[in-house]
């Protein structure tokens, strides 16, 4: 029984591995925060957290989603300091220390040590997918990663701990320059693409939940005219409330504006089949 237990196991480990497939039919990234986790409860409620220490003041979703509707505030950290600075605090705080402030509410102990000893926000974060998602990609010759620019250890965490994939390809904040800039981007897609940089490669799409995460495509194509780059956008989980519909409305239509191709619904609700007839060249 412990012996059938332990292969079963080992075959559910090996299927949400991500295949090698050496000819994709395409190549999909994700942006994790917002997209594969909701963070309503954890970095964002650090970084409001993080303003309050030292202001007394706690921004709400609304000065958070503009600012971060601005398509160049993807970093927290850097995000907590210009709030505090358009609020006019004075004198703005040490960014080292700020960063140390932040980690406390979201990790709630060493992000380099064990994440049983976590007690930050990093705890309350949902799930948005399952490990069966990436299954289903992977069955439809459709490799899969992740850009993102959460730190390494958060990353991570919720795609090795909370969905069980195992070594995910991954670019993480320091893998690579900040979002909107394309580079860590283009140079995963050329990795699970085949290798080839040129129009023969495999399409790619993005799928990311802020004005940054659609830039860093646009920026992409002009590095890479040549290859189709697809920019799927989706809003983030705190705009899916109902009495939120306006908010919501307003926020796809900057993600549009900011020139994404296609808006999902749900992370979770996109098919196979829909990524391929989006990806092709005159899709
Ligand atoms: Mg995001």
């Known amino acids: 029984m412990a012996a059938l237990k332990e ?6 480990t090996y299927q949400s591995r991500p295949r090698s497939i050496l000819s994709p039919r395409a190549v999909l990234l994700f942006d994790i925060d917002g997209v594969i986790r909701d963070v309503a409860g954890s ?12 202001s007394g003041w706690r921004p709400d979703s609304g000065p958070i989603d503009a600012l971060k509707g601005e398509g160049r505030w993807n970093n927290d950290w850097e995000a907590a300091m210009e709030l505090l600075r358009r609020r006019g605090h004075t004198p703005l705080p040490d960014f080292g220390e700020l960063v140390e402030v932040f980690s ?3 990790f709630g102990g060493d992000p380099a040590g064990d994440p049983k ?6 705890g309350s974060e949902p799930l948005l997918v399952d490990r069966g998602f990436f299954d289903t ?19 991570r965490f919720v795609l090795e701990r909370r969905l069980g994939l195992v070594d995910p390809p991954l670019v993480a904040m320091g893998d690579a320059p900040d979002k909107p800039d394309p580079t860590g981007l283009l140079r995963l897609a050329e990795q699970l693409g085949g290798g080839d940089p040129g129009a023969a490669a495999a399409p790619v799409a993005y799928l990311g939940d802020t ?18 780059l697809v920019s799927l956008a989706v809003a983030p ?3 899916h409330a109902p009495e939120r519909r306006q908010d919501r409305r307003r926020y796809e239509q900057g993600l549009l504006e900011a020139g994404a191709d296609r808006l999902l619904q749900r992370t979770d609700s996109l098919t196979p089949a829909e990524l391929l007839r989006w990806t092709e060249r005159d899709g």
């Open 137 to 155: 990609l992977a069955a439809a010759d459709i490799a899969w990663g992740f850009v993102s620019g959460a730190e390494p250890p958060s990353a």
């Open 43 to 54: 970095y964002r409620r650090a970084l409001a957290e993080t303003v309050h220490h030292y």
């Open 211 to 228: 004005v940054a995460d659609v830039l860093t495509v646009v920026r992409a194509r002009r590095h890479r005219p040549e290859r189709r």
């Open 7 to 12: 292969s079963l196991a080992k075959r559910l």
């Open 237 to 239: 989980p705190h705009l």
């Open 117 to 122: 000893h976590w007690r930050g926000f990093i």
């Open 104 to 106: 406390g509410f979201y």
